[in-house]
């Protein structure tokens, strides 16, 4: 959890036989929030502070030509990864300045083309899911930089979600389903065969609420936002998108009791929408109207990619924009500022991840990132 310490203190302490000003000492290095941004035109991921919105780098990716996906970071905040379409995920080293490429096996080869990230809870697994081809879901062992186990469903993987109890959530294209499998400590998956139906709701990404007490799925076909419990899959509440549109990215933000849904316009230069619902995350229960409804510029309509993210300690939304990744404030959806370098011209997947750290260490006693709890 971040923590604040105090007010300034116009001061000096002594560390390591170094002079350091404890007005430095008010909060840990490692107190921060990174971000992650993929961009499919400069086949690159830049990585930024959340706090201060500041580019802390860019790392080149990869492609053969073809598409970067989604991102995601470790919640140590030592490692980010990427797809590239390319059956590999590349991981970056976020302990180096600035970040780079990591050491070891990376890329690190999949078994799927790689497009849809979802990471354990404990932070010991990647998985991985494709698009619209029949190739079954990668599991990356962390630690070892290698996938160590993979299991078919039987048909496509559009998106994938780990839930905090170990469930996973994984979608299908062509039959329109969502499913829930079980992932082991060893990481390995089970198939419950509790399966839900979409109808013709094309499903595009899928979201375990923080307690895996529900889940939500933003479907393409219909524009629509469906949720159910878990476990069981059982439909509760369907909720149609703003405007004439794509459903395509979603997020939970727990802690305000909201659901945050992004759709594209119908076709190119038409206009998609940011819509944020109340939700009832125990019940599984949406509001039947947005509180609010933000007209936005569209976004690859990739698979399971993430497009947007919030900061979980400040209300700032991080939306993939055109030349930019936009940041608005998450209750009024007022437009704060934008993150953008000559890297950022067709953003795609998104992330933000802040540390866990329980106490202060002094600030100036460089450490690399914070120890998971």
Known sequence: MKKTHGTRIESSAILAGTIVPLALLASPLCARTLGMVADNTTASVTIFDADTDTVLGSVRIETAGLAIGDVLITPDQTRGFVTNFNSEVFV???????????????????????????ISPDGKFLLVSDGLFTQPISVIDIAKQAETSTMSVGTDTNSIDVCSDGSVLATSSADA????????????LKDTGEVLSLGFGEP??????????????????????????????????VRALSGTSTGISGLVDSAEERVIARSNGESSGS????????????????????????????????????????HPNQAKLYVSEPDTLRVYDANSGVP??????????????????????????????ISEACAPP
């Open 204 to 237: 595009n990404n899928v979201l375990c609420v923080p307690g895996a007490m529900s889940g939500l799925v933003i479907s393409r076909g219909g524009a629509e936002m469906t949720s159910f419990t878990i476990p069981g899959l059982e439909r509760v509440d």
């Open 336 to 365: 704060l500022t934008s993150i953008s370098n000559p890297n950022i011209v067709r953003p795609t997947g998104v992330t933000i991840v802040t540390d866990r750290c329980e106490g202060p260490p002094l600030e100036g006693m």
């Open 92 to 118: 970056i080293d976020l302990t180096a300045s600035p970040p780079r490429l990591a050491d070891g096996t990376n890329p690190i080869p999949i078994a799927n083309n790689g497009e849809d990230l979802s």
């Open 271 to 310: 206009t998609g929408f940011i819509d944020i619902f109340r939700y009832d995350a125990q019940k599984a229960t949406l509001d039947f109207e947005p509180l609010l409804a933000l007209p936005i510029s569209d976004a690859p309509e990739f698979y399971g990619t993430d497009q947007m993210a919030l």
């Open 177 to 188: 389903t969502v499913r829930r499998l079980v992932l082991s400590e060893d990481g390995t």
